[in-house]
């Protein structure tokens, strides 16, 4: 079964920009598009970004479009989200699943599996 691993998550300064990995060592995640969503505290989950399988398509919520970019190196069986611009309220765990069915139902967290522990991110001077 896949277990994704999140990554790169830490305290952050407002303007930052980390870069967060989603990794599986034992099985590729190639086969699959992931999913990257975030939970602030004392607020609901929320679906930030979507690489597909190919690499090629990336979705993204208003919230960080043009903020955040996502990526993937199967070789590696590795998916990334880069963070720019940080701001305080960017603040959240931010975790990676394998979506089941496509980017546009990823963002709204439909069929999605095989979800990582999070890595916390922290904006904050």
């Known amino acids: 079964q896949v277990q994704p691993v999140e990554s790169g998550g830490g305290l952050v300064q407002p303007g930052g920009s980390p870069r967060l990995s989603c990794a599986d060592s034992?099985?590729?995640?190639?086969?699959?598009?992931i999913g990257w969503f975030r939970q602030a505290p004392g607020k609901e989950r929320e679906g930030i970004a979507c690489?597909?399988?190919?690499?090629?398509?990336?979705y993204y919520a208003d919230s960080v479009k043009g903020r955040f970019t996502g990526s993937r190196d199967d070789a590696a069986s590795t998916v990334y989200l880069h963070l720019r611009s940080l701001k305080p309220e960017d603040t959240a765990i931010y975790y990676c699943?394998?979506?089941?069915?496509?980017?546009?139902?990823?963002?709204?967290?439909?069929?999605?599996?095989?979800w990582g522990n999070g890595t916390l991110v922290i904006v904050s001077s």
């Open positions: 699943a394998t979506a089941l069915l496509g980017c546009f139902e990823a963002l709204h967290e439909v069929g999605m599996a095989n």
């Open positions: 034992r099985f590729p995640l190639q086969y699959y598009a």
């Open positions: 690489i597909s399988r190919s690499g090629g398509d990336t």
